[in-house]
């Protein structure tokens, strides 16, 4: 259960090594933003589920939103909570290094 007015703890997620979908994707922003990378989480309903993501922006396509990205040859996963389920790897992410997920 969450509490209204929660903020995550990207330090906190990588030391516990769970957390919901909002603690995914803020351990995710906070990887790609140290390294330079623009991006954004964003909060909103994914269909009918209140949910956390990510969008990225590539100088190729700008804004990369949504959970799954489809750039004409290759899918490329945008949302870091699909590893969250256990039994990811590199191959499962689809250009997401695996080494982003939190397992």
Known sequence: SVVSGYIPDPDRTLADGKGICFDYAAVMTAMLRSQG???KLVIGYAGTTYHAWISVWSAETGWVNGAIYFNGSSWKRMDPTF???GGSSASSSSGVPSHFFIR
Do not use: E, H
């Open 83 to 85: 590893a969250s389920t």
């Open 37 to 39: 990378v623009p991006c």
